[in-house]
């Protein structure tokens, strides 16, 4: 795998189960994989249209703007997220357990809630608050940074044990406890936009095209994916590979600012429990991989994944079943998902 | 070689400060909780530890070590608990004798091992991947077996003494949990480092393509690997709602943090940074001790979290800062 990652791998978490991306590989067009590709991609959006057909056509307020606006903006909070989960992916490779991750994302979330609902209820203005939040978001990712760059902690263990303090912290602020917050901002975040839309949808489409202009379309973004995949040919090149790492992983550190600021005005407070999160935008943001067309994390997929989540909780719940099966779809998909990419690679290799 | 040795003497000596920073680490927080909370070193109180916070903790640990040696993860070990759990209180509630209800507790877990190994040896997944996979699945499908997330509660009475004894049993005067604690870590360590299929695990952790091309058949230890991950951790579930009588969906996760933690903190004890059960033993005792001494020093609850995650945090920072300087002579 990764033979020179910026980073230390222990053993060789590295090898994956099946196949060998270091083995050459060969040179013809592989117009069968190609094919495959197309498949699993044009399968997945075909899943993704097939599901919201049928919500349609079983529950009569499925298809209504206002549900979709809902959807849009009840998935926000866990957008925001999995977009910064997939800068750390993008910039660590795509190898989870050894290449990027941040699993402290859920929980820098919760204790940027703290802060900005604490310094809101202490009396600060926003402009304090939201600096106060952003800046917390920003420090846990440069310590997440820090940790992986300097210290040479795989990503996986480093934001583990970093999550684990920042949770810790949050119970130190709160007292675990909720801490309601109302302030101008958090109205305006929690009103409704044009078209009856919540303006929280309006700020995850906004995030996203942002984002997603500023990775998938900037000679930076580019350096960011080369970093990622081919970190030994980065280097070559001249790249400074330990500065992107680091960056991906303070531009997640944001997002955890972000999202703490959005479920501040999602749930008029902070509340307990942000570490719940943590799986579901993990899966997500996986998932996002098969919305693009080489297979790879790209912030349009990530976004067009926690929509597919998003609605599917929403149908769930508007056809009265059981939101429980919920993580058992989002498993079976990951699983699913993961076979076929699996799949198609070894044939690749072979 | 002779000649460096007196220039690289000063990297030597870190690097032996950085390999023994678990020992520094342990042998500082006992001096500490001592010092701090004069209860901590009472005997009932080191029992306690050990019974409490060690014994359970240790298993899934030492279950979390094959799979890490062997080069993957194993993220559902959680849910091996919960399936072993539900399977052990079902068969009581249905009144098989316990012998039965713990064998078809054991199969339970077991079952979420077969999965793994389908997902991870069969198709290829990579280990972290399907184990989260298997985790959502696990998790969903125990909602449903309980209606939604209920608790399954034994009746207090009409359960047989024999349930019991798992968890508040004890053998010439040692609790049962501990014991079995012990009788695990021993036979892992043996496995591990002194069997073939412990020296063909390791082989795969550290390269898989070479094991794969002497001609071992690679996918069946892969298998066995998850397979024996979760039946170690089946033990954990039939122990844990023998100690509390009830079976609470999902709450085998509880443990997967503290035990990947405990593991990879004991690879620093290693010179290559390998997976080892005697690491992970004393990764364990680590955040046992921590976690009984915050609590005696009378530290603000919230706070232990911190200083849990603080402590993890620099061992793992001394550990890996360590082998990278190793890595580099």
Redesign the interface.
Known sequence: MLVDAPYYIPGSLAEPAAGNPQEPRNDRPAYGRQAAALALRGGSLAVFIGVLVFFSVTAPFFLTVGNIGNVLGQSAIAGVLAIGLTIVVIGGGSNVVTGGIDLSLAANMGLSAAVYATLVQAGQGDAVAIMAALGTGLVIGAVNAAAVTLAGIVPLLATLAVMNVVAGLELVLTQNTVVPASSELLAALSASGPLGIPVLAYVLLGFTLLVAAAVQFTPLGLRLYAVGEFPQAARAAGLPVKAFVAGSFIASGLCGGIAGILSVSFLSGSTTGAGDMLLPVVVTALLGSVFSRRLVPTITGTLLSTLFVGFLINGFQLLNISSTLVSGVQGLLILLVVSATTLLRRQENI | MPARQLSVSIPTVTRSIGRHALIAALAAVFVLFAWLAPAFLSGANLLSVLVNNFALLAIVATAMTFA??A???DLSVGTAIDFASFAFVSLVLAGQPIPLAALGGLAGGVVVGLFNAV???G????????T??????????Q??LTN??NPVYLPPTGVPDAFRFLGHGTIVGIPVPLLVAALVIAGAWLGLSRSRFGRVVLA??????VVRYSGIALRRY?AATYILVSGIAAVVGLILTSTVTVYIPSSGNAFL?NA??AT?IG?TLSP????NIPGTVLGVLLLSIVANGLLLSGL???????????L??SV??IG??N??AA?RT
């Open positions: 890490v040696s080069g993957g993860i997902l991870i040896a198709i290829g997944i990579s280990p972290f991947l399907a989260l996979g298997t985790l959502f699945v696990g998790r969903s499908v909602q449903l939604g997330g795969t952790g550290i390269q898989a393509s892969t943090l990947i933690g990879f690879t290559h940074g390998r997976p603000n609850f919230y706070w232990q979290q911190v200083g849990t995650g603080l993890i945090f793992l920072a890996f800062a082998r990278k890595a």
